[in-house]
């Protein structure tokens, strides 16, 4: 079992930045995939970024530029890092971990861009 725990969120104005962390324990050996998706009031969860184990890296076409995704293998953490942000970035965002062919999913944190 793995347990995932978000944080960094809050309120930022456009234009501002904020890094998401993600700490994934329990017993794990290796987590495979790792990333983080968002949703947004009435919108269906959607992909942000994601990072294999050897960071090979994929994002979505909307914050492509403006997020940076990173990890720690050793201390089994996830970063996120995003600059720019926009109005349209408002979201409860999402940890997730890929582990042994199973997805485990954090409790989200609260995104929230506004002047």
């Known amino acids: 079992q793995v347990q995932l725990v978000e944080s960094g969120g809050g309120l930022v104005q456009p234009g501002g930045s904020l890094r998401l962390s993600c700490v994934a324990s329990?017993?794990?050996?290796?987590?495979?995939?790792m990333g983080w998706y968002r949703q947004a009031p009435g919108k269906q969860r959607e992909l942000v970024a994601t990072?294999?184990?050897?960071?090979?890296?994929n994002y979505a076409d909307s914050v492509k530029g403006r997020f940076t995704i990173s990890r720690d293998n050793v201390k089994n953490t996830v970063h996120l890092q995003m600059n720019s942000l926009k109005p349209e970035d408002t979201a409860v965002y999402y940890c997730?971990?890929?582990?042994?062919?199973?997805?485990?999913w954090g409790q989200g944190t609260q995104v929230t861009v506004s002047s």
């Open positions: 997730y971990a890929n582990y042994r062919r199973e997805i485990f």
């Open positions: 990072i294999t184990s050897s960071f090979v890296t």
């Open positions: 329990g017993m794990i050996l290796s987590i495979n995939g």
